[in-house]
């Protein structure tokens, strides 16, 4: 081999290993790449899912309010509209950190029980149409309705708080009542709700109405006048807005209309 052709050729090596040094060079200088942070596992090893904050539990409450006839006489209509429309503007200002209050209205009178208003979280209810008093009183086409929703996993799911079913009527019932009212009590999800009552007037039929009631603190509450209609509803507002806010809203419902003062019934409204 010439020397021409051995310079050309040590020259060509001496090129290519300075690219190589260069590159390797660059390599080593070169800030390292920081290593993925370790996804979080669970005690037992299973991959934990991005941190999302805890969701509130659903907690329904269910009226069950008597719309007959006999509801239009001495202003119980009005003074029930009143005092739903209070209960209902008070739980759509509540926090739902913890738990999310839910409203269903079943109305019973004419000849069938109705779900006026379906279960939704309180702060979405707008507009409620008010009750209008007419007919008969099928109160155990309510207590099937009541049975049905309670039961429905998509509308009350399993893990939603302890219901609360609240009762009013002024009457008697003209459907066959009995064995909705049996069919309610045996249902799981009504076995663990908070059941109440309110008797409206002399002629409501209280022995009816301590029949659905499960609250052994709770009697039948007994409303003589539109003040006393508007008492019980304000300490159901009370007390399941208590609930909802503390620790332990899964608890039974606890009703003292002694905590209600004067003035915070607004007897204007009626």
């Not at 069950?64 to 209960?87: F, H, P, W, Y």
């Not at 049905?148 to 799911?157: A, S």
């Not at 249902?187 to 209280?206: L, Q």
């Amino acid at each position: 081999m010439g020397w021409a052709s051995m310079n050309e050729d040590n020259e060509s090596r001496y090129f290519n290993a300075s690219i190589i040094r260069n590159q390797v060079d660059k390599q080593m200088n070169a800030s390292p790449s920081p290593a993925p942070a370790p996804t979080p596992t669970r005690p037992g090893g299973s991959r934990l899912s991005a941190f999302a904050a805890p969701q509130p539990r659903p907690f329904p409450v269910i009226i069950l309010a008597d719309v007959s006839g006999s509801m239009d006489e001495n202003g119980k209509i009005e003074a029930l509209n009143t005092a739903i429309r209070q209960m209902l503007a008070s739980f759509a200002r509540e926090s739902q950190l913890r738990a999310r209050i839910q409203v269903g209205l079943i109305t019973f009178g004419g000849k069938q029980a109705q779900l006026h208003l379906p279960l939704v979280d309180a702060q979405a209810v707008q507009n409620v149409k008010a009750f209008t008093a007419a007919g008969t009183t099928p109160m155990g086409g309510a207590f099937e309705l009541a049975r049905e929703l309670l039961e429905d996993p998509e509308r009350i799911p399993a893990r939603a708080y302890r219901p609360v079913l609240v009762l009013v009527s002024d009457g008697v019932p003209t459907d066959d009542w009995e064995k909705s009212l049996a069919a309610l009590q045996a249902s799981e999800r009504a076995c663990k709700a908070s059941r109440i009552a309110m008797a409206i007037g002399a002629d409501a039929d209280t022995d009816v109405l301590q029949r659905f009631a499960n609250h052994p603190e709770a009697p039948v509450f007994k409303a003589h006048e539109a003040r006393d209609i508007q008492r019980f509803f304000q300490a159901v507002t009370m007390s399941v807005v208590a609930r909802s806010s503390s620790p332990t809203p899964d608890t039974a419902l606890i009703l003292d209309l002694n905590e209600v003062p004067d003035d915070d019934l607004d007897l204007d409204a009626i």
